[in-house]
């Protein structure tokens, strides 16, 4: 699904946009956390169409999606970035927005438009 | 190659710094992308590791032919139970610490799954942990 749609279905709005053609992009799996933890826990099927959705609006979230080399984050609950974390985001060239729906709607709908969970969990090989 | 970082205990504002710092590193060195994940993450988990639990301490990569090796070193106050710790989901973190998103009790589990190296010593006095990637062969 190309992150132009799932903006529109989440009715997302940019809070840092630092690739100008991220928006037709396809992106194919969804992390889906607060707990930044569990998201390094688990592994990446690829991180290259992976979003992070995360209601965790905070520099460990950017350094979390860096560390796991993904570049989108979506923000649930109207969360937005402070001016610092802006600065940071940019600076990684991350691209993030936000949506008023909570994570599970959010969830939901980009569930229901056939996106695939991105981690599996890996707890039996730790 | 040697470059030590002070890292100051309770410091969440540079928290990642270090870990994006060394990972910028890791790619210099040309490693394939799987490779700069494991050492981003795993670094990652023991510098919040640190920043959460620690007196504060030192971050000392060094880079030869064949090892690529992160020692992190505080001052304590240790970790009482090293078993226990190794433990997935078994945590000591503060409120504070989960509400940055962390303290899940899956770091040092998560560390060791993305290392080909791992040794962990601990007392009152502090806590050094030793990871070690192989530069060639990647493995794990």
């Known amino acids: 699904m190309k992150l132009q749609s799932m903006i529109g279905l989440l009715q997302a709005t940019p809070v840092t946009v630092n690739d100008p053609y991220i928006a037709f992009k396809e992106y194919l799996y969804v992390s889906c956390t607060d707990l930044m933890s569990d998201a390094l826990a688990m592994i990446c099927t690829n991180p290259a169409q992976t979003i992070l959705l995360t209601g965790l609006a905070n520099g460990q979230a950017l350094r979390t999606a860096e560390m796991m080399d993904i570049n989108v984050i979506i923000l649930c609950r109207n969360k937005t970035l402070s001016e610092d974390n802006i600065d940071l985001a940019t600076s990684m060239e991350m691209n993030v927005f936000t949506t008023s729906l909570p994570m599970f709607e959010a969830v939901g709908l980009l569930y229901k438009e056939g996106l695939k969970t991105a981690t599996r969990n890996d707890d039996q090989n730790l | 190659m040697i470059k030590t970082y002070d890292l100051e205990a309770n410091d969440f504002t540079a928290a990642g710094s270090i870990s994006s710092d060394i990972k910028k590193i890791a790619k210099s060195y040309g490693m394939s992308v799987e490779m700069i994940r494991r050492v981003a993450v795993a670094c990652y988990e023991a510098e919040i ?92």
């Open chain 2, 49 to 140: 590791n640190m920043i959460i639990h620690s007196h504060g301490g030192q971050i000392q990569l060094n880079v030869d032919d064949d090892w690529f090796t992160i020692v992190f070193r505080d001052t304590g106050p240790g970790i009482e139970d090293l078993e226990l710790a190794m433990q997935p989901g078994w945590t000591t973190a503060s409120l504070d610490a989960q509400s940055m998103g962390f303290g899940a009790g899956m770091g040092l589990p998560n560390i060791k799954k993305n290392v080909d190296t791992f040794e962990l010593l601990s007392s009152p006095k502090g806590t050094l942990l030793r990871i070690g990637f192989r530069q060639k062969g990647e493995s794990v």
